[in-house]
């Protein structure tokens, strides 16, 4: 059962451009989001979250957006930067701090 | 501020073997949690420390468990190792409970052979 969903396994993007990157979940009783980029073999790094109780959360090129009646949310990266190219987790939090991951999206900047 | 520091980086073992990862978190840092990630099943939830207390636990057989100690370093260990179990271990430590962001480290990658 994946209550967490990054349906684009990969995305490729010019260098300067927006990349958007989606995530869908299932279970109402996540209630914070967070986003992370991780190179292989590596940890994962913490990008970005956002609290369900807001809608948007911006940080410098990356801004994250929350749908909750949707149960969407998507990070945006503007603008996208070659050193941006890795894989993509958004992550979901229901209990203490337990995360539920998506399966990631990978993407690749083109300079 | 030192990161979320994990020991070994890699580590190999034979099938039947049992094994102990361990992690120290970014000082102040009371909640440890360990995950597995592997190419088929992505990270995957193990358990979660708190305060010397398992906090939540996934979906892994008893063969995994973990502990913390007092100044909130903790180990996993698996015992009786099997081939799948294969994968990228990694350590989070977050500040204390709900809302506060989860930092990694670098993991630990574990072969099975």
């Known amino acids: 059962d994946q209550q967490v969903k990054q349906n684009s396994p990969s995305l490729s993007v010019q260098e300067g451009r927006i990349s958007i990157l989606n995530c869908d979940y299932t279970?109402?009783?996540?209630?914070?989001f967070l986003w992370y980029k991780k190179y292989p073999a590596e940890g994962p790094t913490f990008l970005i979250s956002i609290s369900s109780i807001k809608d948007k959360n911006e940080d410098g090129r990356f801004t994250v957006f929350l749908n909750k009646s949707a149960k969407h949310l998507s990070l945006h990266i503007v603008p996208s930067q070659p050193g941006d190219s890795a894989v993509y987790f958004c992550a979901a939090r229901a209990a203490g701090n337990k995360l539920t991951f998506g399966g990631g999206t990978r993407v690749l900047v083109k300079p | 501020k030192a990161g979320v520091t994990q020991t070994p980086r890699y580590l190999i073992k034979t099938r039947g073997q049992q094994v102990t990862l361990s992690c120290s978190p970014i000082?102040?840092?009371?909640?440890v949690s360990w995950y597995q990630q592997t190419p088929g099943q992505g990270l995957q939830f193990l358990f979660e420390?708190?305060?010397?207390?398992?906090?939540n636990k996934g979906n892994f057989p008893g063969r995994f468990s973990g502990r913390q100690f007092s100044n909130s370093r903790s180990e996993m260990n698996v015992s009786t190792l099997e081939l799948g179990d294969s994968a990228l271990y990694l350590c989070?430590?977050?500040?204390?409970?709900?809302?506060?962001?989860?930092?990694f480290g670098q993991g630990t990658r574990l072969t099975v052979v």
């Open positions: 279970n109402s009783m996540f209630d914070y």
């Open positions: 000082s102040g840092h009371r909640s």
């Open positions: 989070a430590s977050s500040f204390q409970g709900r809302g506060t962001e989860a930092f």
């Open positions: 420390y708190f305060s010397e207390t398992q906090r």
